[in-house]
């Protein structure tokens, strides 16, 4: 049996003439949004401003493209990095020391082991491994 493979999946399929449907309702939402200005703000020196700043704000979101990605996706990062939780380590500075093969190794008993006590030891163990 033959199958045809698809190729060039990474090119988005032209739907609105030489734009792509994502492309398009940027392009649109950006007029749109310009259209919305140029009403609701009685005179138009004043409402240019914003049309002008919506418009290619919607144009940069369609065409502009940062490390070959659309710039959607770098707007999408930068939300998710200031909007997410973070974990900062201190991490020392400290003149090579000679270790014990007891401080390398702790002797625990894994039948003592449970609950709080095995995550308290995990999140220890990582904290040494990123000493080093």
Known sequence: MNFQVP?????????????????????????AIAFLFYVAIPYFYIALIPMILSVLSGAALAFYKVNDRSLIFLVQSMIKYYTGSKLYLWKKDVAKRDVSVSEKTPEIDPKKIYGDKLHELS???????NIK
């Open 7 to 31: 190729q060039f999946i990474e090119i988005e399929s032209k739907i609105f003439g030489p734009l792509s449907f994502p492309q398009f309702i940027y392009v649109v939402g950006g007029v």
């Open 123 to 129: 999140w220890s163990l990582d904290v040494k491994e």
